[in-house]
């Protein structure tokens, strides 16, 4: 168990639709970072945030957005879903350590959209 | 940051030790190795990272060239619970003013079988 905990783990829904991914951090750790793992596109950063705002972003697709709230939970919110989005969506956290950055960030289980 | 390159597979028999390489051969200075594994389909999981100096835990041992062109993730004493998909990745891991640069770049990994 990394301490890191998402909901829900299965998601199931139609295409056009809107959903909502939530992340809770480990305590302590002030980075979300959200990934996809799809068949053809393998492990993807999407986007980072760091005690409350966005840090970095990498393949994340303009109808896909998130945030990280004061309690440090984050929330990845997918709209007018395709059928290309059926994915697992990962989640993990970090903290930093000062100089030398982080060391690791710890996975959550992930959670698992299939788009119909 | 980086690109490595891996094996697609490999096999171990149970008991033996493992060992994963990675080429690096464009790595920067202030690029750090880090290794990750996925079993199965749960959240990647940290194992290890180094600099330059060869490092050890209670995971593994990561052995890093002299040119650092290149890496080896030693598993000691594989179990079958070791088999699982090996990431190697390099990336800059740097701390600046609040903001911690923390962004994994996933490749394909190498698929390690443990047999009995």
């Known amino acids: 168990d990394s301490g890191v905990t998402q909901t829900p783990k299965h998601l199931i829904t139609a295409t056009g639709q809107r959903v909502t991914l939530r992340c809770s951090p480990r305590s302590g750790d002030l980075s979300v970072y959200w990934y996809q793992q799809s068949l053809d596109q393998g492990l993807q950063f999407l986007i980072q945030y760091y005690n409350g705002e966005e840090r970095a972003k990498g393949n994340i697709l303009e109808r896909f957005s998130a945030q990280q709230f004061p309690d440090l939970h984050s929330e990845l919110n997918l709209s007018s879903l395709e059928l290309g989005d059926s994915a697992l969506y990962f989640c993990?956290?970090?903290?930093?350590?000062?100089?030398?950055?982080?060391?690791?960030?710890?996975f959550g289980p992930g959670t698992r959209l299939t788009v119909l | 940051d980086a690109k490595t390159t891996q094996p697609t597979s490999m096999d171990c028999a149970e008991g033996r030790a493992a060992n994963l390489p990675c080429n690096h051969s464009t790595i920067s200075g202030n690029e750090y190795v880090y290794w990750y594994r996925q079993i199965h389909s749960q959240g990647p999981q940290y194992i290890i990272h180094g600099l330059k100096n060869n490092e050890t835990n209670e995971m593994a041992s990561l052995i890093i060239t002299e040119d650092r062109k290149s890496s080896t993730l030693i598993l000691p004493h594989a179990t079958l619970r070791d088999t699982a998909v090996y990431y190697c990745i390099v990336r800059v891991n740097f701390y600046a003013g609040g903001t911690s640069y923390g962004k994994l770049t996933f490749g394909q990994g190498t698929i390690l079988t443990v047999h009995p």
């Open positions: 993990a956290s970090s903290v930093a350590r000062g100089l030398g950055g982080e060391n690791e960030q710890f």
